[in-house]
C-alpha cells in the first residue's frame, strides 16, 4: 500500500479534465491524418542503443534499461527508451520494407522519453504524433509541400492561439556555405551554431562560428543570411543580394519557394520561410520545419521536422523520407499553465440518473442503460441522497443533465442544471443538443465572446 508519494520531475500526469483536452487534441490529428491516407503503426519502446544514438547528438539523453535482479555479466541489455520517433520508423520500414507500400504514408501517436533536465515546455517522459511519407530510394519533394499543408489543416482544427510554422530548406544553407567558400567538413557545424540562433543571439553565434574554423566575413556572411524572413517568396531576391552562388543553393531557394507559394494559397498565413532555422540533427536534408504559437515563442517549436534521404536503409536499398512531429505534451503544457483551453465540463458524463431510494437502482440502471444504447454518455448517482445533493453531485463536475425517474406510474423527468428547464422525457426517445452530448473543447478566445 502506498503511503507516501514523490513527485518525479517531467512525467506530467493530467487530471481528468486536462485529459478529456489531450484526448480531443489527439483524436483532431488522428482524424486529419486518416483523412490524407495516413495509416497507423506503433513501435516497441525499446531500442538498441547503437542505432539511438546513431543520429545525432542525443547519446546524453537516452535512458539506459537493464534488469533489477540480472546477473552481473548480463545486466547490460544494450537497449534504451527511444528519445523520439523517426528513429523507431527508420529501423521498422527497414524490418518490415517486404509487406509495406511505397510511397509508405504512415502516422504514430505514442510516448517517448529523454533524459534531459526537466523545464517549461521539455519532458523526460511525453507524448508525439507524428506523420511521415517514405519512399523506396526516390520520394518527390511534392511530398514536402504536402505535409506543411496536412499540418496546416491539424492546426486549423484545434483551439489553439494562432500558430506560426516557419520553413527553411537546408539545401539553401549549405549550398549558401559552399559558395562562401566554407569548407564542406565544417557544414554540420555551422548549421549546429546557426541554429542556436535564437537561443544565444547573433553575437554569441559569431563566437561559435569563430571556433568553428570560419573566418569574420565569412560567419558575417552566414549571419546575414539567417536575417532573411518573409511570408511570401520575396525571400529569393534577398539571398541573391548577398552575391553568393552555388547550384545546391539554386535548388534549395526553388524548393523553398514551392512550400511557401503553396502554404499561400491553400492555408494563408501560416507559413513564412525563416532561413535561421537548421534543425541540429543531421539527417536533415531538405524542407525543415518548426512551429510556434504567436505570442509564446519562449516555450519553443510545438511542431517540427523535415526531409531526410539517408536515414533508413539496408545497405542495398535506401528509404528516403520527409516528416513532421507535433510535441503534443509540450504543447498541452502551456495551453493548461496559462489556461488556453478548457474542457466543457470534467467528465465524459451527460446525464446522471438520480436515485430515489436504494431499492431503486435496478430500475435507475435500466434507464441508464437505454441510454447509453443511444450513445448518450450517463451514469447513475452514487447513493441514495437528498435530490438537491444529487444535483449538486452532478453540477460540481459540470455534467448538464440529471434524469429524475417517475414515481407512481408518472413519466420520468429530465432537467438541464444549467438553466433549471425540466420537462417530461423517455430514456428510449429523448436526445440532448448535440454540444451537450459529449464535452466540447474551447479556446480562452472563444469562451470570453
Same mark, same amino acid.
Request: glycine fraction near 8%; proline fraction near 6%; include cysteine.
Given at each position: 500500500?502506498?503511503?507516501?508519494?514523490?513527485?518525479?520531475?517531467?512525467?506530467?500526469?493530467?487530471?481528468?479534465?486536462?485529459?478529456?483536452?489531450?484526448?480531443?487534441?489527439?483524436?483532431?490529428?488522428?482524424?486529419?491524418?486518416?483523412?490524407?491516407?495516413?495509416?497507423?503503426?506503433?513501435?516497441?519502446?525499446?531500442?538498441?542503443?547503437?542505432?539511438?544514438?546513431?543520429?545525432?547528438?542525443?547519446?546524453?539523453?537516452?535512458?539506459?534499461?537493464?534488469?533489477?535482479?540480472?546477473?552481473?555479466?548480463?545486466?547490460?541489455?544494450?537497449?534504451?527508451?527511444?528519445?523520439?520517433?523517426?528513429?523507431?520508423?527508420?529501423?521498422?520500414?527497414?524490418?518490415?520494407?517486404?509487406?509495406?507500400?511505397?510511397?509508405?504514408?504512415?502516422?504514430?501517436?505514442?510516448?517517448?522519453?529523454?533524459?534531459?533536465?526537466?523545464?517549461?515546455?521539455?519532458?523526460?517522459?511525453?507524448?508525439?504524433?507524428?506523420?511521415?511519407?517514405?519512399?523506396?530510394?526516390?520520394?518527390?519533394?511534392?511530398?514536402?509541400? $504536402? @505535409?506543411?499543408? *496536412?499540418?496546416?489543416? %491539424?492546426?486549423?482544427?484545434? #483551439?489553439?492561439?494562432? &500558430?506560426?510554422? !516557419?520553413?527553411?530548406?537546408?539545401?539553401?544553407?549549405?549550398?549558401?556555405?559552399?559558395?562562401?567558400?566554407?569548407?564542406?567538413?565544417?557544414?554540420?557545424?555551422?548549421?549546429?551554431?546557426?541554429?542556436?540562433?535564437?537561443?544565444?543571439?547573433?553575437?554569441?553565434?559569431?563566437?561559435?562560428?569563430?571556433?568553428?574554423?570560419?573566418?569574420?566575413?565569412?560567419?558575417?556572411?552566414?549571419?546575414?543570411?539567417?536575417?532573411?524572413?518573409?511570408?511570401?517568396?520575396?525571400?529569393?531576391?534577398?539571398?541573391?543580394?548577398?552575391?553568393?552562388?552555388?547550384?545546391?543553393?539554386?535548388?534549395?531557394?526553388? $524548393? @523553398?519557394?514551392? *512550400?511557401?507559394?503553396? %502554404?499561400?494559397?491553400?492555408? #494563408?498565413?501560416?507559413? &513564412?520561410?525563416? !532561413?535561421?532555422?537548421?534543425?541540429?540533427?543531421?539527417?536533415?536534408?531538405?524542407?525543415?520545419?518548426?512551429?510556434?504559437?504567436?505570442?509564446?515563442?519562449?516555450?519553443?517549436?510545438?511542431?517540427?521536422?523535415?526531409?531526410?534521404?539517408?536515414?533508413?536503409?539496408?545497405?542495398?536499398?535506401?528509404?528516403?523520407?520527409?516528416?513532421?512531429?507535433?510535441?503534443?505534451?509540450?504543447?498541452?503544457?502551456?495551453?493548461?499553465?496559462?489556461?488556453?483551453?478548457?474542457?466543457?465540463?470534467?467528465?465524459?458524463?451527460?446525464?446522471?440518473?438520480?436515485?430515489?431510494?436504494?431499492?431503486?437502482?435496478?430500475?435507475?440502471?435500466?434507464?441508464?442503460?437505454?441510454?447509453?444504447?443511444?450513445?448518450? #454518455?450517463?451514469?447513475?448517482?452514487?447513493?441514495?441522497?437528498?435530490?438537491?445533493?444529487?444535483?449538486?453531485?452532478?453540477?460540481?463536475?459540470?455534467?448538464?443533465?440529471?434524469?429524475?425517474?417517475?414515481?407512481?406510474?408518472?413519466?420520468?423527468?429530465?432537467?438541464?442544471?444549467?438553466?433549471?428547464?425540466?420537462?417530461?422525457?423517455?430514456?428510449?426517445?429523448?436526445?440532448?443538443?448535440?454540444?451537450?452530448?459529449?464535452?466540447?473543447?474551447?479556446?480562452?478566445?472563444?469562451?470570453?465572446?
Amino acid at each position: 500500500m502506498v503511503t507516501r508519494t514523490v513527485a518525479l520531475s517531467g512525467f506530467p500526469e493530467w487530471l481528468p479534465e486536462q485529459r478529456l483536452v489531450e484526448q480531443r487534441v489527439l483524436d483532431t490529428l488522428r482524424e486529419v491524418f486518416e483523412l490524407h491516407g495516413f495509416s497507423s503503426v506503433e513501435t516497441r519502446a525499446l531500442e538498441p542503443l547503437t542505432e539511438l544514438v546513431r543520429q545525432g547528438e542525443t547519446s546524453k539523453e537516452v535512458y539506459v534499461v537493464r534488469r533489477l535482479n540480472a546477473e552481473p555479466s548480463g545486466d547490460d541489455t544494450g537497449l534504451g527508451l527511444h528519445f523520439d520517433l523517426t528513429v523507431p520508423l527508420a529501423r521498422y520500414v527497414v524490418e518490415h520494407a517486404g509487406k509495406l507500400d511505397f510511397p509508405f504514408r504512415r502516422y504514430q501517436v505514442q510516448r517517448a522519453w529523454r533524459g534531459e533536465r526537466p523545464q517549461d515546455g521539455r519532458f523526460r517522459e511525453f507524448t508525439q504524433a507524428d506523420i511521415d511519407i517514405v519512399g523506396k530510394d526516390t520520394l518527390g519533394f511534392h511530398h514536402e509541400v $504536402e @505535409l506543411t499543408l *496536412v499540418a496546416g489543416e %491539424a492546426f486549423r482544427r484545434l #483551439p489553439l492561439p494562432p &500558430v506560426r510554422m !516557419l520553413v527553411n530548406n537546408r539545401r539553401i544553407a549549405e549550398g549558401f556555405y559552399l559558395g562562401a567558400g566554407i569548407d564542406a567538413e565544417l557544414v554540420p557545424e555551422v548549421l549546429r551554431s546557426v541554429d542556436k540562433l535564437d537561443k544565444i543571439g547573433p553575437d554569441e553565434v559569431r563566437t561559435a562560428l569563430s571556433a568553428d574554423g570560419l573566418t569574420a566575413a565569412q560567419a558575417d556572411a552566414c549571419l546575414r543570411l539567417a536575417e532573411i524572413s518573409a511570408a511570401d517568396s520575396s525571400f529569393v531576391p534577398q539571398v541573391r543580394a548577398l552575391g553568393v552562388e552555388h547550384e545546391l543553393l539554386d535548388q534549395g531557394l526553388e $524548393e @523553398l519557394a514551392r *512550400v511557401v507559394d503553396a %502554404a499561400a494559397e491553400h492555408a #494563408p498565413g501560416l507559413v &513564412v520561410a525563416d !532561413l535561421k532555422i537548421a534543425r541540429g540533427l543531421d539527417y536533415y536534408t531538405g524542407t525543415v520545419y518548426e512551429t510556434q504559437l504567436v505570442g509564446h515563442e519562449d516555450l519553443g517549436s510545438i511542431c517540427s521536422g523535415g526531409r531526410y534521404d539517408a536515414l533508413a536503409t539496408d545497405g542495398a536499398t535506401t528509404y528516403p523520407g520527409v516528416g513532421i512531429s507535433f510535441g503534443v505534451t509540450r504543447l498541452l503544457s502551456r495551453l493548461f499553465s496559462r489556461e488556453l483551453v478548457v474542457a466543457s465540463r470534467r467528465v465524459p458524463t451527460c446525464v446522471v440518473v438520480a436515485l430515489p431510494d436504494d431499492a431503486s437502482r435496478p430500475r435507475c440502471d435500466r434507464i441508464a442503460a437505454a441510454l447509453r444504447a443511444r450513445g448518450i #454518455p450517463t451514469e447513475v448517482a452514487p447513493d441514495a441522497a437528498k435530490y438537491g445533493k444529487q444535483i449538486r453531485y452532478a453540477e460540481r463536475r459540470g455534467v448538464p443533465f440529471v434524469w429524475f425517474p417517475g414515481a407512481d406510474g408518472e413519466a420520468d423527468q429530465v432537467k438541464d442544471i444549467r438553466t433549471g428547464d425540466q420537462l417530461d422525457a423517455g430514456a428510449g426517445t429523448w436526445v440532448p443538443p448535440d454540444t451537450d452530448r459529449h464535452p466540447t473543447i474551447s479556446s480562452s478566445k472563444e469562451r470570453t465572446q
